[in-house]
């Protein structure tokens, strides 16, 4: 470790920050699009495997089922594999931009694309958990106002849905943050390629000429820095979601459990049981 | 995609059938030994956890924070160059299994520690007062309880942790993914791109999709028991 010193300096390089800030910002991106475009097709498949039984579409939603779990029990770079090979990539990334090589733009496309296919099938899962949570009374009281089924979805499932699971959404950010490493498998575009990229020309900045252990915890720390930093305050972020929903749910509870002790409105002991375990879940989880 | 239907594409496929059996072979032996090790890690760190001593609640937090919140790829890269640039190589296999084993713990350290804490406080309670040890009332009273709490998200790190096998790729790879993917790209056997990847992703999916599965199951048939349980309260 007597070379600490040599790696350390590496960090002073200013190229080798501007490069690894870029990397960091491509991750970002990456992802952010990645879970963007997953939310739209994974809701539109999450609704197909959950709501089209009847006969005549039944095919729907056998198809996106069989989607979902094919993508679900494959490894994400078989998925970034295939698309390499299979995927076109339009013309208008076939240019040298955002700093990258033509080459590396259609890489990024399609491993981007890859990213898109696997996430979508994860999402769809999420989405069908909110959508049951979703009373049925919910879509029987649209469907008897003689609101069209596409309506009922749009504005009463979905959105009631969607305020369920933000906090599962949020997390899946993180997981499609450190999924987005898988690039690094293919392209020197993100955080991680660029990392790998910086150790082995390691030995042209840091002056001893090999590239030694400390520039492996150098480098790998700041990244890991990097990414611990970024999933971390986003975990908080879903943490205290978290809490503030069980904390509702506690109010709630406490109040139907109140009415219940002074003999008003709810007769069944049936109605007091769930009141008192919404309220009983919420309390654990505020402590 | 016309290579589907090639029979010389398949011919191929047949008579180099022994890398793909390595690379399930390799998957399958990285997998079940990183399963060892997460289980360990996970009952351990899952235990201190729910121990309720400050200093190691706080250890068990710092590691499964740490792990879940960096990619694994970076984290056997880590392992792997550290070990090769200071002389100490373990090859590739042993640098899956110690990283892929370490990730998945955190993982399973989660699922432990929820697992526990879904049993009522007046079991442990209850046990103590019977005058059993810790470990007595974790064996006997606890875990028992919590195992039908504990298997489905159990069984989802196991589907996932295979799927992660192919993080190996990045260290040279001797996985399943990666001798595919040597094998569609190599001088000799390359080219049969199609039906190399049917094989590999109906290895994996032949693997992966009963275990999770039955995770789905387990799940409705818990939320079952649990409706159930209210049902019967009320009358």
Avoid at chain 1, 137 to 142: P, R, T, Y
Avoid at chain 2, 158 to 168: A, D, F, G, Q
Avoid at chain 2, 199 to 215: D, N
């Amino acid at each position: 470790m007597g070379t600490l010193g040599n790696s350390l300096s590496m960090l002073k390089e200013p190229a080798i920050i501007k490069f690894l800030l870029n990397g960091v910002l491509f991750t970002l991106i990456i992802s952010v699009v990645a879970v963007l475009f997953s939310i739209v097709f994974g809701a539109i498949l999450a609704l197909l495997r959950n709501y089209c039984k009847r006969p005549g579409i039944r095919m729907f939603g056998r198809l996106a089922a069989v989607y979902i779990e094919l993508f679900r029990n494959t490894p994400l770079l078989f998925w970034i594999f295939i698309c390499l090979v299979f995927c076109p990539a339009p013309k208008f990334m076939d240019h040298a931009m955002f700093g990258l090589s033509s080459v590396n733009n259609k890489l990024l496309f399609k491993a981007a694309a890859a990213l898109i296919l696997y996430t979508s099938g994860v999402i769809a899962e999420i989405v069908r958990g909110g959508l049951n949570s979703v009373p049925k009374g919910q879509i029987e009281a649209g469907v008897s106002q003689g609101f069209p089924m596409v309506a009922v979805m749009w504005y009463i499932v979905l959105p009631q849905a969607f305020k369920a699971i933000i906090p599962t959404l949020l997390s899946q950010v993180i997981t499609t943050i450190k999924d987005s490493s898988f690039l690094a498998n293919v392209a020197v575009i993100e955080l991680m390629a660029r990392t790998k990229q910086i150790l082995s020309a390691a030995k042209r900045y840091n002056g001893t000429n090999a590239i030694n252990v400390s520039d492996v915890f150098v480098l790998f720390g700041v990244a890991a820095l990097i990414y611990f930093m970024i999933n971390f305050s986003l975990s908080m972020v879903v943490r205290s979601m978290q809490k503030k929903d069980a904390a509702v749910g506690m109010h709630i509870g406490e109040k139907l459990l109140g009415r219940w002790h002074s003999g008003y409105e709810m007769k069944t002991f049936r109605e007091a049981g769930a009141a008192e375990s919404i309220m009983k879940e919420g309390r654990k989880a505020v402590m | 995609m016309s290579g589907i239907f090639s029979a010389r594409g398949w011919d191929k496929i047949w008579t180099y059938r022994g890398t793909f059996l390595l690379g399930l072979w390799n998957t399958v032996e990285t997998a079940f030994a990183a399963l060892l090790l997460a289980l360990l890690l996970g009952v351990v760190f899952g235990l201190m956890a729910t121990s309720g001593k400050k200093a190691l609640v706080r250890i068990s937090r710092i590691y499964v924070e740490l792990i879940q919140n960096t990619p694994l790829l970076l984290q056997m890269c880590f392992l792997y160059y550290a070990l090769a640039f200071s002389g100490h190589s373990l090859g590739i296999i042993l640098t899956g299994i110690l990283a892929l084993g370490v990730y998945t713990g955190a993982y399973m350290a989660e699922v432990i520690r929820a697992g526990i804490e879904s049993v009522p406080k007046g079991q442990f309670e209850a046990a103590q007062s019977q005058g059993f040890g810790y470990l007595g009332r974790m064996y006997y009273i606890i875990l028992p309880q919590s195992f039908k709490v504990i298997l489905p998200p159990m069984v989802n790190t196991i589907v996932n942790m295979i799927k992660n096998t192919s993080c190996l790729y990045i260290v040279g790879g001797a996985d399943l993914l990666s001798l595919t993917y040597s094998f569609v790209t190599g001088e000799n056997t390359g080219g049969s791109y199609a039906p190399a990847y049917i094989v590999c992703g109906t290895i994996f999916f032949l693997m992966c999709f009963p275990l999770s599965t039955l995770a789905t199951m387990w799940e409705a048939a818990l939320k079952k028991r649990e409706r159930k349980a209210v049902t019967l309260k009320e009358a």
